[in-house]
C-alpha cells in the first residue's frame, strides 16, 4: 500500500500540482478513508517527500549505472555530468509541477534531500577511487576533497531551480567543458 500511495501521489502531483492536492484527494483515487493514508504517512508533506525521494532516485540510479559500467574512469566522469545532467532537464522540466515539488523539497530542505546528496556524494567517490587504484587519476589525491569538488561541480546541473536560471544556455557544452575540467584536476589527460 505504501508503494500505491507513493504511485498515485506522484500521478496526482504531476496533474494538479501538491499545493493544489490534498490528502482526501489522494486517497479518494485509491477508494480508502483519508484516515487510512495515516496509517503510512504522517502528513501530506510526507507524502510529498516520498514522491520526491523516488524522483531523486532515479537520477541515483542513472549514476549507479555508469559507476558500476565497464567503462574507465574519465568516460565516467564525463557520463556522470552528462546523465546528471539529462535526467534532472527531463525529471524537472519534462512536468513542472513535479519540479515544483522538488524545488520546495530542496528549499525546505526535506529529508529526501542529504539523503540523496549523501548518496550522489558515494558514487562520486566510487568513480575516484576507481581511478585512482587503476592510474588513471592521481594517486596522491585527497579522496574526500577531491569528491567534494567534483559534487559541488556537478550541482548547477542537478538543483532545479539553478538549471531554470540557464535551461536556455548550452548546458550540454558547459558541462562537458565543466567535466573536463574535474579530469584535469583529477589528474586525468583529457582527450579531445
Known sequence: MHSRIIA???????????????????AADLDVAPTYLYKFFRS?????EAVSASLLEGIQGAVERIVVSDIDARDKILGLFATTLRESVDMFFADRKLHDLVSRC???????????????????????VGGMADGTFDAGLD??????????????????????????????????????????????????
Do not use: N
Not at 501530506?44 to 510529498?48: D, E, N, R
Open 106 to 128: 530542496l528549499e525546505e530542505d526535506w529529508a529526501a534531500v542529504p539523503r540523496h546528496k549523501a548518496r550522489m556524494r558515494v558514487l562520486i567517490r566510487e568513480i575516484i
Open 44 to 48: 501530506k508533506t510526507a507524502i510529498g
Open 143 to 192: 579522496v574526500e576533497e577531491a569528491t567534494e569538488a567534483v559534487f559541488w561541480a556537478l550541482y548547477p546541473f542537478s538543483h532545479p531551480s539553478i538549471l531554470e536560471q540557464t535551461i536556455d544556455d548550452d548546458l550540454v557544452t558547459r558541462a562537458v567543458v565543466i567535466a573536463r575540467f574535474c579530469l584535469r584536476a583529477l589528474g586525468a589527460k583529457v582527450m579531445e
Open 8 to 26: 498515485v501521489a506522484h500521478a496526482r502531483f504531476r496533474s494538479h500540482g501538491f499545493a493544489a492536492t490534498s490528502v482526501s484527494d489522494i
